[in-house]
């Protein structure tokens, strides 16, 4: 912000200077207006308005013709007073404005977060006659859709074949043959041929295409192709190519995708609810299948969360590689299954609707109707598609029912009513008296642990003459049981016989699993008051009914009873996504031995974490002793990771910032990301960030995408969480540690000038071997090492003049206005010297060499050079020239060398014929990657500017080297400290 705080100042300055007649050194350095004389597209028209001056700031209007850039203009700045000079663009040459590029080719415009194109923004300085400079800026002023004529990813169908699956989301891409040009691609799976498509674009604002959505195309293959014209508002029109992009069908058991690329069709976030009325939705589960629907395998994965439905969609301009795949069979094409258990236990009350939910992420289309389906019986199934348009993958899914059964079963009420025959028990005059008498209360103790019910006898007479007065008893019972369980085995509930009471009836309770069961009726005698209670309390077993949710799963042995400690472990070997955890068990105890915790044993015992535990007391019928039994869980091991895996950068919120990755520093816990260019904070990096297996962060989301807001460079820290709880913190370190421009020498502007050029103003890669009117090709194209495109070749020649020039590169700029006048002093030629600044220091250059030398291993060396330069005064051009041949400072140098590091490359060792001896032995015309560390005293210096120099002969400043010498080198870059 510092540099807006003299602006009132300066403007200030400006009108005093503008006012006044002062005759020497004033402050005046305003642009009055912007020019422009001349300017063209790079692939057709591109019409532009009058340049308008605001502040600082160019602003260019572009009427239409966006799809023609880079802008190319050439134009001259006017001014009312007298200035020192303009650098930073040559105005006599083309300046070129052009989108920002990037994505999957890097050729991709890049769109800010309201879909508007970002443009680089060109500058250049005035400097007034006192030295005071001015930053100007040239901006674009665009309408996004005033020329547009782009088609997005969303689009819909009026016509489409039945049973075709034909995703809503097109890939937006570009052919691999060049007259088809843009392409978009309708994702389709299986397709049968002939295939009518009726599609209906989604086009930029204001944008027409004939017959868009009435339109029949047919095709009769996959590789069969439409072309027609959209029609930007301002007329501008695009050609556009319409083809099929068949997906193949994958499930979890495919092998030949991994886990990550399934990842956005894994139904995250999945919820299901019944949308009619009498059944439940008790559980859910994936399951992979192959082969025809509903053959499934061992499989599975794990269920969501449920969450609420969000919104379809594809990112505005989504470019995606084409992919081919071969289609699945049609009549028994690969699925995965997602079971639903459902509870009828109200009845039947088919047929059933239910509404599911699926969250989408970007680039997946859902092709079928989850919102009601609707299933007449428990047998029938629904299906439907998601297509992954980003990673090029089908998933077809089978929605399937399966009743939920139950295994808990119980007695939760008994009432009786009761006749009993009389009997006389001394003689034929006695009166008859009941054979049994229950209490008047017709008390039913049940006992759920042992599945017994008591009934309390506090009469019981026997018969003198059983065969007079037969002794019966016969019970009219009403049983209640759980929901969804069932009576069986129920006959009668009659005893005849003097000490038939005695004897237990059973009956049983048959859960909806089909588990039967069994329990008693006992007949305590209370004739003579309460009968004396058992002391005894033992837990003999337990047995384990039910585990919920379906998502834990269990070991062989599922239970592990420790009598010494009177410890149960329930032994899992997945437990995701199981918490609350919840356990139906049975009980074996001792005689009339009772559970006095958990309901009396009723309701199932429930674990919120691994590490919870739940005590159960068992009690005595006395009362008189109890044992408390801890039931804990086994969880499976958990994973530990606490690793970031992978890390990309996506985009940026803000125009003006690249960045790259450097490195996953994994012990040390930092993500080291490298800002190249640093426009305007604050600004957000969008990011996609792998973990260790299971593992979580602070900043992704579930899908592993997250989005981290900088106010500077400057560091992040964030957590992951492994899957057994376990914290690391890391750091994503941010820093601004820039690579020189075109440093693989991929662009070149000729045969012999590499892109960007080093000119007065704007200094980059400069040579001096372009000279007029001696001009020798020393620095030219070659190619670079096998698969490493192009390189820069120096070569050592001789000279019309009979002095021999060696082959040279630097960054900065040569002034060829007089060589030969200059021919005495080379230096004064070279202006060394780039602006450059970083955070973090520099401790050197690596580069790719090849070396050669002209006449034999000892005739020759090469030089390679890295310099950090301090510019005495900003308010200066720099003016660097180094050290004259004879090693003195040049005398025009405004700047100091702080650093430097220098190098001497040959294919021999020790002395050579030109005196030098070589720190950097390589083997002859061999490609090799060398390091030059840069040196300097003390601590690391403040600096302005760098430089870097080539040349294929280490004395061409002299004249001396051996004809022939090579010397070519390709990537360069530059190395920090960490």
Known sequence: MKNFKFFPVLFLALLLAACSDIDGLNDYNAVFSFEITEHKGTDGEIVIGEPVMAGNTIRIPVLHGIHNFPLYFKGQPHFENPIDRVTGLDFNDWIEIDLERGGESGNEPVLDENGNYIFQEPKFY??????????????????????????????????????????????VTDSDVPEEGNMVLANIVAPQFPLTLTPEFSLSDGATLEGNGTTPYEFGSADERHSFTVVARDGTEKRWTFGLAVLPVVNANSAEVDEAALALTNLAGFSAEPGSKGFSIEEHRFSASTGAAGTETAATSEPAKTAALSGKGGNALQKATIRHGRPAEADTPTADTLKLYINTSSGTPFPISIDMAIPLPDGVSLVGDVSDMSFPDIGSEHTFWLLDTVDGIARRWIVA????NSPVATVLDFSYEYTASEVRENSLSDPKVPAIVMDADRTADIDPVNRCIYLRAVEIHKPKYASLDPWELSLTVDIRISNGASLVNVSNFDWTGTDSWKNPKTFGVKASDGTVYEWKIIIRDWSD??????????????????????????????????????????????????????????????????????????????FDSPEAVNEVEVVSESGKNSEMWTFRLRPPLKETGTDVTSFRIVSFSESGFNAELVGIDTDNAVVTVNFLQTGRFPVTMNIRMGLSYKATSTIIDQYGAGAVE?????????????????????????????????????????????????????????????????????TTQTEGAPGQGKAVQMETKNTIIGKLAAGSLFLGWFDDSNPMGNMNDPAVMMFYGIPFSSNQPIKGMQVDILYHPGNGPSSDSGSLAIEL??????????????????????????????????????????????????????????WQTVFVPLEYDGAYPAYTHLTVTFSSSSKGDSYKGAVGSILKIDNIRLIYEE
């Open 401 to 404: 029912l399966e009743e939920y």
């Open 126 to 171: 005035v400097q007034a006659l006192s030295g005071m400079p001015r930053e100007y800026t040239f901006k674009i002023d665009y309408t996004a859709t005033s020329s547009d004529a782009e088609i997005f990813p969303q689009v819909t169908f009026a016509e489409v074949p039945e049973g075709s699956i034909v995703a809503d989301l097109l890939t």
């Open 710 to 778: 900088f106010a500077r460079v400057e560091d992040k820290p964030f957590t992951v969480t492994a899957q057994n709880g376990e914290t690391r913190e890391w750091t994503l370190r941010t820093t601004y540690m820039p690579q020189l421009q075109n440093a693989d020498f991929e662009r070149w502007a000729n045969l012999q000038t590499p892109l960007p050029k080093g000119i007065k103003g704007s200094p980059y890669w400069a040579s001096a071997n372009m000279t007029s009117p001696v001009v020798v090709e020393g």
């Open 529 to 606: 008051g309460e009968p004396e209670a058992s002391d005894e309390c033992e837990l003999y077993g337990v047995t384990l009914k039910e585990v919920r949710p379906y998502t834990v799963e269990l070991e062989a042995e599922p239970l592990t009873i420790d009598y010494d400690n009177r410890t149960i472990t329930l032994n899992l070997t997945k437990d995701d996504n199981g918490y609350p955890l919840s356990v139906a068990v049975d009980y074996q105890l001792s005689d009339y031995a009772r559970i006095a915790t958990q309901n009396g044993g009723r309701d199932p015992l429930v």
């Open 869 to 926: 330069i301090r510019q005495r005064d900003l308010s200066q051009e720099l003016e660097y020239h180094g050290a004259n041949p004879d090693g003195t400072w040049h005398s025009k140098n405004n700047a100091d060398r702080v650093a430097r590091g220098h190098s001497i490359v040959a294919t021999q060792a020790g002395t050579l014929d030109n005196g030098d001896t070589a720190d950097l032995v390589v083997p002859d015309n061999t």
